[in-house]
């Protein structure tokens, strides 16, 4: 079993910066990838940024080269360093971990954090 607990979450002005943080606990040493996600009001949830345990990224098209994820191994923390925010980034931010269990993966998710992003 994996927690992940966020924070970090806000309300913030059009142009400015929030850093969300992941907390993971238990069976961290069966993690693979982590990532966050959002899931916006009447939309389907979304992948903004994720990273595996040999460090590669991927990120959504929409936060390309204004977010930066990145994983503290030895503190068990996700983050997700945010810039230059815009209203359209007004979401529900959970993070996520693919951990292995068995043999095979199994995904676990954060209670998420609001980011509300005002104009």
């Known amino acids: 079993q994996v927690q992940l607990v966020e924070s970090g979450g806000g309300l913030v002005q059009a142009g400015g910066s929030l850093r969300l943080s992941c907390a993971a606990s238990g069976s961290v040493a069966s993690i693979y990838s982590m990532g966050w996600y959002r899931q916006a009001p009447g939309k389907q949830r979304e992948l903004v940024a994720r990273i595996n345990t040999s460090g590669g990224t991927d990120y959504a098209d929409s936060v390309k080269f204004r977010s930066t994820i990145s994983r503290d191994i030895p503190k068990n923390t996700l983050y997700l360093q945010m810039n230059s925010l815009k209203p359209e980034d007004t979401a529900v931010y959970s993070c996520?971990?693919?951990?292995?269990?068995?043999?095979?993966?199994?995904?676990?998710w954060g209670q998420g954090t609001q980011v509300t992003v005002s104009s």
């Open positions: 996520s971990a693919a951990a292995l269990v068995g043999t095979s993966y199994r995904d676990y």
